[in-house]
């Protein structure tokens, strides 16, 4: 069995839905701050950094300072909300998760969230045994589609990028997947077109040799 593959999850989104519980916490935190966001706005947004979304949304009442309390203000309510309303892995994560352990491959969270986050959702899935590293919002300076998390990913897994595959669900992380010379698959739940080597609508429609056929196909 090799070892010297790995498998770089997404967080939200890939590994669990979340997506309702950040709507909720972005609407009311920038409701707080007298800024009313659309639904369609938060989509828009989802997957970025607090950073890039934060200013945007501001424009040009947007400061460091301000930035900075809005994000922390809105992932401490995320947390909150994860720990006492829970959260649940999309379907085939928890089956890939065990099977992908099983055999050998290493696997690492590569995400924009902020780490006190990842570690809530793996506290919730009881999942954090079958991850070797952790790369969040923290460890990068550059959002997908710039290739540093995955490409951070890889060195603390010790895996080369070749050797590593990307699970993500947006467009832009495809993108930072393909710029760091990584295969991915994509999980794509309504359809929307995704520029992956691998389209899935859920996990549990892969085939069983998903992951392997894509390392040998490097």
Known sequence: ????????????????????LHWICWRETMANEGVVITREQFLASFGQRNDAIISRWLGAASTPERI????????????HLVRTKGVSPLPGVASWLQRL??????????????????????????????????VSA?????????PEVYLTAAARVGVSPDRCIVLEDAVAGIEGACNAGMKSIGVSPDGKHLPADV??????????DAFERLVVSQ
């Open 1 to 20: 069995m090799n070892a010297t593959r790995a498998v770089l999850w997404d967080m939200d989104g890939t590994l669990v839905d979340s997506e309702e």
């Open 68 to 79: 900075e309390r809005i994000g922390n203000a809105k992932e401490e309510l995320y947390r």
């Open 101 to 134: 352990h099983s055999r050998g491959w290493l696997q690492a969270i590569a995400s924009s969230a902020p780490r006190a986050n990842i570690e809530a959702v793996l506290e919730a899935l009881a999942a954090a045994h079958v991850f070797d590293a952790i």
């Open 138 to 146: 923290e460890d990068v300076h550059r959002g997908k589609p710039d």
């Open 199 to 208: 389209v899935v609508r859920s996990l549990d429609q892969l085939d069983s």
